[in-house]
């Protein structure tokens, strides 16, 4: 994540906690070492950000910030669209459902004169094939790779053998128009890859894992080209 791209989730951050959010909770959050995560501090602070608390007290965005006005150029405006509009015809349905509500807060957020890039798009998106279908609620997923929680899942193989597996899950990878949980499993200590659509139960456990996510989302893209190399 680049540094302007981690100062900007650090305000969404903020806005959305009423109270203080410590420095080791926002470093663990954006995965960066507490080190950084004070850098960053001071430099929003230098760009006259209103975050009022220090290391040790924890940090507050005052009320009634406002971010600056949305300023895309019609191409990256029309990039966005079509990404959000592949998402729609890809995804489960609560992201798919978030991806129709971006483009509509986009159509109210640009200028005028650059609304017809998304209503009347020089390019879109056409799934040549029905998109796979889980049973599980998606965002559960989501929502457990943010706070790094262990699944335990029940999962059916080619063969339509069962198996029950705990993992870390890392990423959700998509190929063509199937989808993948990329995770480290615990049962066969590898990384290992579970299509959506052969996931039969799969349930949050209450505990996390402690490692960081990029170091294993490295550790995994280490292994996979090992293995197209052998």
Known sequence: MRRTERLFQIIQ????????????????????SIRTLYRDMAELMAQRV???????????????????????????????????????????????????????????????????????????????????????????????????SKLQLTYKDQS?????????????????SVRYIVAWCETRQDYRHFRTDRVQTLDVLGERYTERRAVLIKGWETATAKRRQS
């Open 13 to 32: 951050i903020l806005r959305t906690n009423r109270s203080a959010v410590t420095g080791r909770s926002l470093a663990d959050e954006l995965e960066i």
């Open 50 to 148: 209103p975050v009022t608390g220090e290391a040790g007290t924890g940090y507050v965005l005052d009320d009634g910030y406002d971010m600056p006005p949305l300023m895309l150029t019609a191409d990256e405006l029309e990039a966005a669209a079509l990404g959000a509009e592949w998402v729609a015809s890809q995804s489960d349905p609560s992201l798919a459902s978030a991806a129709r509500d971006l483009v509509s807060k986009l159509s109210e957020a640009v200028p005028q004169e650059l609304r017809p890039v998304i209503l009347d798009a020089s390019s879109r998106s056409i799934p040549t094939e029905p998109s796979n279908h889980e049973q599980f609620d998606g965002a559960v997923l989501r929502r457990a790779i943010r706070d790094r």
């Open 160 to 176: 339509s053998g069962l198996t029950d597996r705990v993992i870390w899950p890392l990423l959700i990878a998509y190929l063509n």
